[in-house]
């Protein structure tokens, strides 16, 4: 019983601090649609003062302020795209989480695809060097005793 | 037979290598490097400071190299570097403008009255536009840019007399007075 109201308050306590972390932007566009490209954008925008969060979960002044040129870019009907622009053009490719595709960033997109390449290169090399191993096994099999 | 067992070990150099590097050139605050090196300055037209009726302009500066330095007086490095502000000012090798970030101006002015202003003009940004624009991040933050109205060098952080000499004399031309 004890032990259940601890994990009540654990349960209780946790969802307060849950509700406190998605507190910090409250913005709320007319438009559903721009209200979920505004969501989308500010969560893969970083923000450049506290680095390792993105603009819709920071709560410093900086990060409020971009997140209100993401709304007004919205409003005045510029595209993702464009918004990512604006924002590399003034803090560097740097403010983007997902970097974009392009010859500087190239060899880090297509990185796992060449561990993949190499990795079943390397597992078709190992399964056909046993499967010759077991074809070349003439050696009878002992019939111990099977275990079940 | 050799070769095949060295491989692990010379994969294990390369990544070790890269992982190296990636952390070492791992973008510290203070080295992130601005997106307008090389670019226009941007334009802006803000009021002043000091004299509220006037509009401090970006095109007032063009034709000579100027510095531009973003404060605020929330912001305890500002205070670090301002008698840095004042030796450089006084040394008049270039005019500096001031960029007065997200602050009060009542706050702004006593600060300016206590310390002494470095600065030839003060533009107040008050809700950051312009700060963004130049793609500050934390302030103190100060910009050189050149005759031609080019971004040549920004400077995170207080600034020093080594930092002053080593990054923005040197980089002025000689005839600059």
Redesign the interface.
Known sequence: MIRLAWLLAIAVLSTGFVSVAQAVDTTEMADPALQSRYRALTHELRC??C?NQTIADSPV??AG??RR?VRELLEAGKSDAEIRDYM?????A?ILFRPQFNVRTAWLWLAPLVALLIGAWVAYRVIRQRTRLVAADTSEVEDGPRLQ | MKAKFLLPLALFALLAVVLGVGVKRSPEKSTIQSALLGKPAPQFALPSLTDPVRTVNSREFAGRPYVLNVWGTWCGECRVEHTMLMQASAEQRVPFVGLNWKDDNAAALAWLAQLGNPYQAIAVDSDGRTAIDFGVYGAPETFLIDANGIVVHRHVGALTREVWEREFLARLPPSAS
Not at chain 1, 88 to 92: A, D, S
């Open positions: 450049m003062q680095q002044g900086l302020d971009l040129q590399v053009e003034r803090y560097g740097f």
